[in-house]
């Protein structure tokens, strides 16, 4: 079996590495050196090109960003059905692999509460944030393989049909029954209370807008992914959940960074039996409109992050440079392709101290056909 693609037939005639390629092309060093994007064209060479037409970057803003990348795979409901029968097998999860085959059947099958629940989902990759002993001489181009690397198990994020979540249709009970074959087992009565609790809590108005299972981190606790919570809210809410400690370590954070009124786009909080964990993660999503101008507005947003000690000015200014599009033929198209590259948002994960770590989210998706 090759070790670059861990799977019972070999890998697909068509990965999805050739979209990565064309987007990384006009990448920054600063931002994803050689070694981090030869491990993300790794496992996008081990995943089928058909099943999404998005990649995303997590790029750490910290001084250690260049080397700490992780990769982000968009899969559409089509694409779940064309995952949904592939053999991957990530070295180091086996078992969890087969279990996201079988979300992606259950949501191929009409009538089941993935179907009705889901409307697509993101398969997350953390990558390991150094190089791997030998790949400096082994691998001299970024657009090589990295043979050392073992395909990890991904985390899977999903995004709840906006449909369902406006009916009322997305509350805790079918949310974990249908995340219950993706955990391994059903959830526990203390999760299931601690995730009504939880989204029970939530000011009037402000909905559910994903669910993940963090496959490669802890299978027992469900991340919930509010949306439209305001930097003043979000303090609230943990409150009201019991996170005294947590809500005043994000308080103290974003003070001087968010206003009171600046709408958090989505936030991330893990869900267990003892309650929510000591650390959340929230969003700021960036203006799509002027980047497909090529120009990031959100500057200011960036230099407070500079001035916070989470962001160096070599990251900040590599961003601004990201937002752009080409042209490029993909190898399972027929056409050239337009390859649209944005930041969609900076993620400030927090822990109940107050100290946080910047993240910026570098989207590659190809966005139509070329003229």
């Known amino acids: 079996m090759n070790p670059i693609h861990p799977t019972l037939h070999g890998p697909p005639r068509y990965g999805s590495h050739g979209l990565l390629?064309?987007?990384?092309?006009?990448?920054?060093?600063?931002?994803?050196?050689?070694?981090?994007?030869?491990?993300?064209?790794?496992?996008?060479a081990a995943l089928p090109a058909m099943i999404g037409r998005a990649l995303c970057l997590e790029c750490r803003l910290g001084p250690d960003g260049p080397h700490a990348v992780d990769l982000s795979v968009h899969v559409d409901r089509d694409g779940g059905a064309e995952l949904a029968p592939c053999a991957l097998a990530p070295c180091d999860g086996a078992r969890a692999w087969e279990r996201v085959r079988t979300l992606c059947r259950a949501w191929a099958?009409?009538?089941t509460l993935a179907h009705q629940l889901?409307?697509?989902?993101?398969?997350?990759?953390?990558?390991?944030?150094?190089?791997?002993?030998?790949?400096?001489?082994?691998?001299?181009?970024p657009d090589c393989l990295d043979d050392e690397l073992r395909i990890p198990t991904p985390s899977v994020f999903l995004a709840l049909d906006r449909d369902s979540v406006a009916s009322g249709r997305a509350t805790a009970g079918p949310v974990l029954r249908m995340l219950a074959p993706l955990r391994g087992a059903p959830a526990s009565a203390a999760v299931r209370h601690a995730v009504d609790h939880a989204l029970a809590a939530l000011p009037v108005g402000v909905a559910l807008e994903a669910v993940a299972v963090m496959l490669a981190r802890d299978a027992t606790r469900v991340r919930l992914c509010p949306a439209r919570l305001s930097a003043a809210e979000w303090p609230r809410w943990l409150r009201r959940l019991g996170a005294e400690r947590l809500a005043a370590g994000l308080?103290?954070?974003?003070?001087?960074?968010?206003?009171?009124?600046?709408?958090?786009?989505?936030?991330?909080?893990?869900?267990?039996?003892?309650?929510?964990?000591?650390r959340v993660g929230v969003e700021i999503t960036l203006d799509r409109a002027s980047q497909r101008r090529g120009v990031l507005r959100e500057q200011g947003l960036l230099d407070r992050l500079v001035a916070r000690g989470w962001c160096t000015p070599v990251h900040r200014d590599a961003l601004l440079h990201w937002p752009g599009a080409s042209t490029a033929q993909l190898p399972h198209r027929l056409w050239r392709?337009?390859?649209?590259?944005?930041?969609?948002?900076?993620?400030?994960?927090?822990?109940?101290?107050?100290?946080?770590?910047?993240?910026?989210?570098?989207?590659?998706?190809?966005?139509?056909?070329a003229r």
């Open 337 to 369: 392709s337009i390859v649209a590259r944005h930041v969609n948002d900076v993620k400030l994960v927090i822990d109940a101290a107050g100290a946080c770590e910047a993240k910026a989210y570098l989207v590659i998706a190809e966005s139509g056909r």
């Open 118 to 141: 889901v409307d697509h989902l993101w398969l997350e990759f953390d990558l390991p944030p150094h190089p791997l002993r030998g790949a400096h001489a082994g691998w001299a181009r």
């Open 251 to 278: 308080a103290a954070a974003v003070d001087g960074v968010l206003s009171a009124a600046d709408p958090i786009a989505l936030g991330h909080v893990d869900v267990g039996a003892d309650g929510i964990a000591e």
């Open 109 to 111: 099958a009409p009538g």
């Open 21 to 44: 390629d064309a987007g990384l092309a006009a990448r920054d060093h600063a931002l994803i050196d050689d070694a981090a994007a030869r491990r993300a064209r790794t496992v996008a």
